[in-house]
């Protein structure tokens, strides 16, 4: 692997770096000093940021300067607006904001004036998950930090730029990191995802504007408008520019969360970053970007982890949380705790996500415990083409129908095995997944 | 019984971060939950209610929807075992296992003596450090029998 340029965790080996103190001795505010002194306009930054080329990092990778410009124009629309932070980090095998909020917190805060000065946003609510405490509780330091130093509230840095940031904390709910999920629960309801339209940039939080953005991508907005597009292309591939962070976790020697440039290839990612398959086992299969992303059989080892490669091959890039399954893992286990999951997250709103996540998850469970029956294995094909694409309120029923296709299409034979023997020849040792529960 | 005046006067305080007070909610709930033992009771449920001036049945319907509220007591530590994916795979049924025997309590169940309180719960963003659990909402992560029957030993 080549040596590459990093800045994403390059100030978190400080000690103390989550403390104002550390974040400005390594540079830290200096870019909203920029934007406000310069001073450069809003629609300068958003500028830029459409330059850089940054995709948004919480899983779909829509380009975040033309999100931000999607906000209407302030001379025609005068309701106040916001910015909406997603810190649910819930997708399984996602673990990646965790690091940037517990250790550089204040370049999140200083990612949140900047966006919400090209916005030209009121106020910025940052959504973290309750089990989050450790990062709510360094984040709200940071504010507090950031506040009495003049960098948050009133008159920024001496400027006529006012811009409030709150904490907001969410209390265990998957569904709340869909953004009109989240926008819901911060406005005090359950987390049940709007109907679109209207967006949220025409009408999201109390009916204002408002843009959602991940945490890594607000993170990476005060390095861009500090450096430049052309220094931030300069990373990456084309089409998916700047360096991302990979959550590695599953079968592999050393799991963890690593920066990384978009282009490698995941078997590149797997020897040379991840050590390789743990217990001198072969790889099986792996998640490439989260457990909604659908499985790779071990032969697509070679595909290149940017956004568009990994959907050539047929899967997606997502969070790039990727799960690493050695031979011994059984796909039906593995396609069971995956289905619980979409099955206890999903809202109930829609028909086909209720009805159908506990469908898949009951038809997985009993063929994992070799009691399925020869027509599960198309009938877990037809009820998940029934769940998705776009037939749903939310993307939730895609989450589980896509991995439930992916696992159907590379490892039939290993499904129809466990009917045939009416057990699972890979089944753990140890004590299976527990009964099934009742219904929603 | 009504809600504490130092919640009252935090609440006062949280709802002032929104353009409507309602969305202080789910915080509040959280605080509630905290300074009264682990669970949220109909009392409670109604003081909040008469505080944001909702129907009990819409903050029920609120914290109901929630995996992280309880509705019911619990014992005195909380241990929340995560067993999604990631966990699964570097053993986390093990590790549940192995946190019932040293804590005496079933799975969703309460210890006898009403120490500990054992759950599992969806994927908890430590992928990278699997298996792990939440005691008391803090992570412990990297965990094996001998390491989690050591902190679970530790909590008085």
């Known amino acids: 692997m080549k040596e590459f340029q990093r800045y994403l965790l390059d100030r978190i080996a400080a000690a103390n770096s989550h403390t104002l ?114 990062s709510y509780d360094r984040l709200q330091a940071a504010i507090d930090e950031a506040r009495a130093a003049g960098l948050v509230g009133k008159n920024i840095l001496g400027t006529d730029f006012s811009c409030d940031i709150w904490m907001h904390k969410g209390a265990g709910a998957y569904i709340c990191g869909e953004e009109t999920g989240l926008m819901e629960s911060l406005e005090g309801k359950r987390g049940h995802p709007r109907p679109k339209p209207p967006f949220p940039a ?14 890594e991508t607000i993170f990476n907005a005060p390095f861009i408008v500090e450096r430049g597009a052309e220094w931030f292309k300069s990373m990456g591939v084309p089409k998916s520019t700047g360096n991302f962070l990979c959550g590695i976790s599953g079968h592999v020697n050393k799991p963890g969360v690593y920066e990384l440039p978009f282009g490698l290839t995941a078997r590149q990612i797997l020897d040379e970053v991840a050590g390789g398959i743990w217990k001198g086992r072969k790889l099986k299969a792996f998640f490439p970007g989260g457990s909604s992303t659908g499985l790779m059989p071990a032969s697509a080892i070679d595909v ?7 959907k050539a091959a047929g899967s997606m890039f997502g969070t790039a949380a990727m799960i690493f399954l050695d031979e011994t893992a059984s796909i039906p286990q593995v396609m069971d705790v995956t ?21 898949l998850h009951q038809m997985f469970h009993r063929i994992a415990r070799g009691k399925g029956k020869r027509e599960d294995i198309d009938l877990l094909v ?10 749903t309120i939310c993307a939730l029923a895609d989450a589980a129908a896509i991995p439930t296709l992916a696992a159907v299409k590379h490892f039939r034979a290993e499904f129809e095995q466990c009917v045939e023997l009416g057990r699972d020849p890979l089944a753990p040792t140890h004590a299976p997944a527990p009964e099934l529960q009742g219904a929603h | 019984m009504a809600l504490s005046p130092k919640l009252v006067r935090e ?9 409507e007070k309602r969305a202080g909610l789910i915080p509040a709930l959280h605080r509630c939950q905290e300074e009264n033992g682990g669970w949220l009771s109909p009392e409670t449920i ?12 819409e903050v029920f319907g609120v914290a109901s929807f929630y995996p992280m509220f309880r509705l019911a007591p619990r014992g005195k530590h909380l241990v929340s075992v995560c067993h999604n994916i990631s966990c699964t795979l570097r053993g986390a049924e093990e ?62």
Not at chain 1, 304 to 310: E, L, R
Not at chain 2, 14 to 19: F, G, K, R
Request: charged share 25%; with cysteine; proline share 5%.
């Open chain 2, 46 to 57: 109604e003081d909040l209610s008469a505080y944001f001036g909702l129907e009990p049945v």
């Open chain 1, 304 to 310: 290149v982890m940017d956004h568009d490669s990994v």
């Open chain 1, 382 to 391: 037809s009820l998940a083409n029934g769940m998705a694409p776009g037939k």
């Open chain 1, 202 to 215: 025409g009408s999201g939080l109390w009916k204002s504007p408002t843009t959602v953005n991940n945490v």
């Open chain 2, 11 to 19: 609440f006062d305080e949280l709802v002032t971060h929104y353009p």
């Open chain 1, 21 to 134: 103190a550390v974040y400005r001795q390594q540079g830290g505010y200096k870019a909203i000093e920029k934007v406000l002194k310069t001073p450069l306009k809003p629609e300068d930054v958003i500028t830029v940021m459409k330059d850089s080329g940054l995709r948004g990092r919480g899983g779909a990778g829509f380009p975040t300067g033309m999100k931000w410009s999607f906000m209407p124009d302030v001379a025609k629309d005068p309701r106040p607006r916001y910015l909406a932070v997603n810190a649910d980090e819930s997708e399984p095998g996602t673990c990646k904001d965790r690091v940037l909020m517990e250790r550089d917190p204040h370049g999140l805060v200083e990612g949140c004036l900047i966006a919400c000065y090209a916005m030209r946003a009121k106020a910025a609510y940052i959504y973290v998950r309750g089990e989050y405490r450790l």
């Open chain 1, 339 to 359: 289905l619980r999951f979409y099955d206890h997250e999903s809202c109930g709103q829609c028909s086909q996500c209720r009805e159908g996540t506990q469908w």
């Open chain 2, 95 to 156: 590790l549940l296992a192995h946190v019932c025997k040293v804590t005496g309590a079933s799975v969703g169940g309460t210890s006898a003596d009403g120490k500990f309180t054992v759950v599992r719960v969806e994927c908890q963003g430590a992928c990278a450090n699997a298996p792990m659990f939440d005691l008391d909402g803090v992570y412990h992560e990297d965990l094996d029998d001998k390491k989690a029957e050591h902190i679970l030993r530790s909590v008085k």
